[in-house]
């Protein structure tokens, strides 16, 4: 049996009060229309940059040519674009997350977050800063292909936030498939780059050339 709507007495109007499962679908619904407005055009970034945090970390291990690179402490760049908010907070995030973590790599890191200045700058930095890795942040998909020619002959890893960055030319990626994450990697960049994964990890990568 329908239960009767209960109504509302407001200075001399009656109305019947919405049902609060209606209120909520409604809210729900409004909810996820704003989501969906505030996402269009981003990048995703469908692994969690924590998870990311600890792939990168682990990963850099089997990177035959990480220790030499890096010395003693692996210099960390988190790559912002300006202006872009989804970049700092990416930035943020990561630069939280690694610094959680005892080594990367298997040695101890530094990380610094770096406003890219176009290609040449970048290249300039990691050479006189020797950095071991590059993390690039959302919002960077109209610069990838400088940034790939930038590092081409330098001796670093680059590492993508957003999976589709790898097909384009950045070494290291992380992608989800059937909820688990995948590792990626460009290896013809990889080589460019002086990065050499060991076999036992390069067979469980989605490879690109």
């Known amino acids: 049996m329908r239960s009767p709507e209960r109504t509302v007495y407001h200075r ?4 019947p009060a919405t049902p609060w499962p209606k209120r909520l679908a409604a809210l729900v619904v409004i909810a996820l229309v704003l989501v969906f407005a505030g996402s269009v055009g981003a990048e995703d970034v469908v692994v969690p940059l924590g998870l990311q945090a600890e792939l990168v970390a682990k990963v850099a291990s089997y990177d035959k040519n990480f220790a030499a690179r890096s010395g003693e402490r692996a210099q960390v760049f988190l790559l912002v674009k300006s202006g872009n908010a989804d970049s700092s907070r990416a930035a943020a995030h990561l630069q939280s997350a690694l610094g ?3 080594h990367v ?6 990380e610094h977050v770096v406003t890219y200045g176009g290609g040449a700058a970048l290249a300039a930095l990691v050479k006189s800063r020797r950095a071991a890795i590059v993390y690039i942040t959302p919002g960077f998909a109209e610069d990838l292909a400088e940034i790939r020619v ?3 002959g330098l001796d670093v890893l680059s590492v993508a ?3 589709e960055y790898v097909p384009k030319g950045i ?4 992608d989800l498939v059937s909820g688990k994450p995948k590792l990626l990697c460009h290896l013809t960049q990889a080589k460019k780059q002086n990065v050499a994964f060991k076999s036992e990890v390069l067979k469980i990568m989605r490879v690109y050339e």
């Open 12 to 15: 001399g109007w009656v109305r």
């Open 161 to 163: 936030a957003v999976a």
């Open 100 to 102: 959680g973590l005892a």
């Open 171 to 174: 070494v290291l990626g992380f």
């Open 105 to 110: 790599g298997g040695l101890p890191h530094d």
């Open 150 to 152: 930038a590092l081409d």
